[in-house]
């Protein structure tokens, strides 16, 4: 049985790759910072849930060691510049050092769409310049090099970059159709940033495409991973709402923020306790729509058929 090891694998994403890893005869390793944060996973079979601090470059050396594959799944989308510099650079380097020294042969790394290897101080957000610094990290990795007793020979890598997913869970349609549920009226910045949501369960085939060969697609590869259908923040906002049948399926008015008020918003709610619903740095990502480039690979080049989102939202969507 091979074995793969997937960090961030109790998340949203991650417990669905967990999932198809398993029915494809994987035996997978999930480590995390608090093994109650696993309690999702930790019936399935095949499955070792370990107790482990990701940071720590020895224990993470260890845990990987003896592994086939790793999956990365483990990101933040709130923190200060340092935050994400160390968990979406710092942590991509010290797998990569794992990845090498254990003799990993395969790994699949989620970033997110708008990264950019090559020029990512061009990205508008620390989000997404720290996406793509940690892309840039494991494809220096990946190429193998080095010479004497200090050559190595690499990793195959695949690089996923998905738009907003969706499905049962979500923390994205589950919370616009909350909020319209509470408020009267829907204030919203990046109203007409236009984003191609992708099913989760598309993402996690993805990923298990990738570890099979990902159809022959030639190492390293970087696939952008989005649903059939471009959205407006807007349009998603009343989408949500016309699901769950908010105010008789009509929602609630959605007033669009010009620049300075959704950072004045994004301010005041970054300020209450706790993981804020929305920060600066979401709004600065905003900036640039979240939609597939069209010049890389897509889910079609894994022999995968993106799910369109309204039939799928009809099933997890809470009616009122
Ligand atoms: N969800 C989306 O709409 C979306 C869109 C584009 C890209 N992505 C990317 O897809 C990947 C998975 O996203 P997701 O929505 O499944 O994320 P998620 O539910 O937040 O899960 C992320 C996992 O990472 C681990 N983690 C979080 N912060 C950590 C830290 N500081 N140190 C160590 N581990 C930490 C957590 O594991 P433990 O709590 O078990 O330690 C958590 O289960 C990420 O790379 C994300 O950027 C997601």
């Given at each position: 049985m091979k074995k793969i090891i997937v960090l961030g694998g109790t998340g949203f994403v991650g417990a669905r790759v967990c999932e198809k890893l398993i029915r494809e005869g994987w035996q997978v390793t999930v480590p995390t910072r608090r093994r109650s944060n696993a309690t999702n996973i930790m019936h399935l079979p095949s499955l070792t849930v370990l107790e482990l601090d990701l940071h720590d470059e020895a224990a993470l050396a260890g845990a990987v060691a003896g592994h086939d594959a790793l999956v990365n799944l483990v990101a933040i989308l709130h923190g200060d510049q340092a935050a994400f510099e160390h968990v979406h650079v710092a942590l991509p380097k010290k797998i990569a050092r794992a990845c090498l020294a254990g003799g990993v042969a395969q790994v699949v790394h989620i970033s997110a769409l708008g990264a950019d290897s090559l020029q990512p101080e061009k990205s508008p957000s620390m989000y997404l310049r720290s996406k793509g610094e940690g892309e840039a990290v494991?494809?220096?990795?990946?190429?193998?090099?080095?010479?004497?007793?200090?050559?190595?020979?690499?990793?195959?890598?695949?690089?996923?970059?998905?738009?907003?997913?969706?499905?049962?869970?979500?923390?994205?349609?589950?919370?616009?159709?909350?909020?319209?549920?509470?408020?009267?009226?829907?204030?919203?910045?990046?109203?007409?940033?236009?984003?191609?949501?992708?099913?989760?369960?598309?993402?996690?085939?993805?990923?298990?495409?990738?570890?099979?060969?990902?159809?022959?697609?030639?190492?390293?590869?970087?696939?952008?991973?989005?649903?059939?259908?471009?959205?407006?923040?807007?349009?998603?906002?009343?989408?949500?709402?016309?699901?769950?049948?908010?105010?008789?399926?009509?929602?609630?008015?959605?007033?669009?923020?010009?620049?300075?008020?959704?950072?004045?918003?994004?301010?005041?709610?970054?300020?209450a306790p706790g993981q804020p619903l929305m920060s600066v740095d979401n709004l600065d990502s905003m900036k640039i729509d979240n939609v597939a480039s069209g010049k890389l690979p897509g889910l079609a080049s894994l022999g995968i058929t993106a799910s369109a989102l309204k039939p799928i939202a009809q099933q997890y969507l809470v009616r009122t």
């Amino acid at each position: 049985m091979k074995k793969i090891i997937v960090l961030g694998g109790t998340g949203f994403v991650g417990a669905r790759v967990c999932e198809k890893l398993i029915r494809e005869g994987w035996q997978v390793t999930v480590p995390t910072r608090r093994r109650s944060n696993a309690t999702n996973i930790m019936h399935l079979p095949s499955l070792t849930v370990l107790e482990l601090d990701l940071h720590d470059e020895a224990a993470l050396a260890g845990a990987v060691a003896g592994h086939d594959a790793l999956v990365n799944l483990v990101a933040i989308l709130h923190g200060d510049q340092a935050a994400f510099e160390h968990v979406h650079v710092a942590l991509p380097k010290k797998i990569a050092r794992a990845c090498l020294a254990g003799g990993v042969a395969q790994v699949v790394h989620i970033s997110a769409l708008g990264a950019d290897s090559l020029q990512p101080e061009k990205s508008p957000s620390m989000y997404l310049r720290s996406k793509g610094e940690g892309e840039a990290v494991l494809l220096q990795a990946a190429a193998g090099g080095g010479a004497g007793a200090a050559a190595h020979k690499g990793f195959d890598l695949s690089i996923l970059r998905p738009s907003v997913i969706f499905g049962e869970g979500d923390k994205f349609l589950n919370l616009f159709a909350k909020l319209q549920k509470v408020f009267p009226l829907m204030p919203l910045a990046g109203a007409a940033t236009r984003f191609q949501p992708v099913w989760v369960q598309d993402v996690a085939s993805a990923v298990v495409a990738c570890l099979k060969g990902a159809n022959g697609q030639a190492s390293p590869r970087i696939i952008e991973l989005a649903g059939p259908d471009v959205y407006t923040l807007k349009e998603i906002v009343q989408l949500a709402a016309q699901i769950s049948g908010v105010a008789g399926g009509l929602g609630r008015p959605v007033i669009a923020l010009p620049t300075w008020a959704g950072r004045l918003q994004a301010t005041l709610i970054g300020l209450a306790p706790g993981q804020p619903l929305m920060s600066v740095d979401n709004l600065d990502s905003m900036k640039i729509d979240n939609v597939a480039s069209g010049k890389l690979p897509g889910l079609a080049s894994l022999g995968i058929t993106a799910s369109a989102l309204k039939p799928i939202a009809q099933q997890y969507l809470v009616r009122t």
